[in-house]
């Protein structure tokens, strides 16, 4: 169906920078929202950040002003720039796909989660 592959991630200093990608590849059809969740060790997984097919985005209160998601249609590929990481930043960073893929009975939806890249912040 559709599989997604995550890169970016590592350990990097408090008020450093990261760029996340994940790459959406498979029998695509179309693509409708792309977005990063977190979760943190001893926490639930949380919203960081999605794009949907229109461009509009929408961000955690925690993140907003320092990280931008944006997307290459073209590509099937989002991307997160994380910019002043903070200490509680730090945890396992996922990918998350919603759309349509195509297969010999037609094109049903899918939602797909990528395997997660760590990212840590910390002195």
């Known amino acids: 169906q559709v599989q997604l592959v995550e890169s970016g991630g590592g350990l990097v200093q408090p008020g450093g920078s990261l760029r996340l990608s994940c790459a959406a590849s498979?029998?695509?059809?179309?693509?409708?929202?792309m977005g990063w969740y977190r979760q943190a060790p001893g926490k639930q997984r949380e919203l960081v950040a999605n794009?949907?097919?229109?461009?509009?985005?929408q961000y955690a209160d925690s993140v907003k002003g320092r990280f931008t998601i944006s997307r290459d249609t073209a590509k099937n590929t989002v991307f997160l720039q994380m910019n002043s990481l903070k200490p509680e930043d730090t945890g396992v960073y996922y990918c998350?796909?919603?759309?349509?893929?195509?297969?010999?009975?037609?094109?049903?939806?899918?939602?797909?989660w990528g395997q997660g890249t760590q990212v840590t912040v910390s002195s």
């Open positions: 498979g029998s695509i059809f179309s693509i409708n929202g």
């Open positions: 998350n796909v919603d759309g349509r893929y195509s297969n010999s009975k037609g094109i049903p939806l899918f939602g797909s």
């Open positions: 794009i949907n097919s229109g461009g509009r985005t």
